[in-house]
């Protein structure tokens, strides 16, 4: 399941109106582990193209470097579709390389720039599986119980004995 | 002579988990040839006939290796590389 507050969720949508026709791109950074999406990061979409995404490679390197600082990851990455609905292509689906995340694909097909309405969908997407969750909208994060803090895998240089398994919950 | 590179987080698990090792070469092609060495299955991640894979962004020292000389770009000592999965997508 996907929880999401109604501020980050509305300026999701409001991202991918604005861009319609071409497809909007972002990411939600989250504290590591939390699975709590708390800072919306709206990304340009390089392609500036109706039916294709992609981060700029230097916009992508800045964000993970930030995220990484800030002990971060991304807990929701997001994309619109805008004459289709809301479910994964066959593309979204081959390149979709953040197994932890949530998948959020908005469609305003019907609503174009407009306030017409839109579809808000998340899946998970791991080896090649797609998975749609529940969404739950919420005012706000405080009462959503805490995940138990797991810290991040050590950086360059330390030492873990942390399985991968564990690293990845 | 140690180069530092970054691994994301859905090739760690040909790293142990690990985010970040230490790898050797003149360039980036032989610096993932070492990577090989000790992580197999990796390079078949990053290379398709021989080129970086589309959708896969290699960086030293924060430049983008499509822009300066691509898999012959050189490395040495004290350098970082990162790598990291394209977010791309399309409807299509």
Known sequence: ?????????????????????????????????????????PMLNAAMSPTFYEFDSGDLLRLYREMDERDEEPVIVYHSHTSTHAYPSRTDISLAQEPGAHYVLVSTRECGNGDGPFEFRSYRIVDGDVTEEQLRVVEAYTDVPRKPVVPPPPRAGGHTTATPTELEQ | MAIEVRIPTILRNFTGGERAVDAEGANVSQLIDNLEGNHQGLKERLLENDEVRRFINIYVNDEDIRFFGGLDAQVGDGDTVVILPAVAGGSL
Do not use: F, K, N
């Open chain 1, 1 to 41: 399941m996907l929880t999401i507050d109604q501020a980050t969720h509305d300026a999701i949508v409001a991202h991918a109106r604005r861009d319609h026709p071409d497809e909007a791109c972002g990411v939600v950074a989250g504290a590591y582990g939390s699975d709590l999406a708390t800072r919306h990061i």
